[in-house]
């Protein structure tokens, strides 16, 4: 269960760490949590402020098939998929692939690109709607962290169940007191959060055996 950053070759965001510090609009936060249009194409304090397709999980999606050779035939879920951008990209860095999404957001789900028309399901992380061993890889990328505890400790079991054993998860941390503030100033979604040593000791609870990184705001 090592950790490793599968996500390095994203842009990095250029965020307005003071836009937050004043307190979080409750009407705000109430909005974003329903991960509906406000949260994806609404103005940017709700959330992404425009999630359009751009590219650049591209060379995200050539690190995933690279690193977990990842073959024709083989099948791979990316949970928290929102308008199913990875899974588009995953099918176009390894032809052959069968690759799916899984989002709460019916919102994001209806606004997909069409070449992932059909791979997309509504659904919650903590009960996936897919038989045990369905999927060579599972990924699930700033998802996890937006259940409560005990819903992540589902959510990571879940995985487990529908993987065959190989996974990668990604989920809101920080190292420093500093850093923690910044999060819970900037946060507008994530239900449990965690210095690592707390998400280790959650992992060995779940019985989380896959791979992981962290998302630091900084």
Known sequence: ????????????????????TVGKDP?????????????????????????RYDGRWQPVARDIVAHYG??????????????GF???????????LEVFGLDISEYAVKHCPPEVVGRLHVGNCEALPFPDGSFDLVLALD??????????????????????????????????????AVFEDWV?????????DGWLTL????????DWSWTIIS
């Open 143 to 180: 998802v996890i962290h937006n259940q409560k505890r005990d819903g992540a400790i589902r959510a990571l079991r879940e995985i487990g169940r529908v993987g065959k054993g190989n996974a990668f998860v990604r989920v809101d941390s920080y190292h420093t007191p500093e850093q923690k």
């Open 1 to 20: 269960m090592p950790e490793i950053d599968l996500l390095r070759a994203l842009p990095k965001t250029k965020r307005n760490l003071q836009q937050r």
């Open 70 to 83: 990842l073959k024709p035939g083989m099948r791979v879920l990316d949970i928290g998929c929102a308008k």
């Open 188 to 196: 507008l979604t994530a239900e449990f959060h965690d210095y690592p």
């Open 27 to 51: 009407e705000v936060v109430r909005l974003s949590k329903q991960f509906g249009e406000h949260y994806f194409d609404g103005p940017r304090e709700y959330g992404y402020g425009g999630y």
């Open 203 to 210: 992992f060995e609870e779940a019985g989380y055996q896959g």
């Open 86 to 96: 990875l899974v588009k990209d995953l099918l176009g860095a390894g032809p052959g």
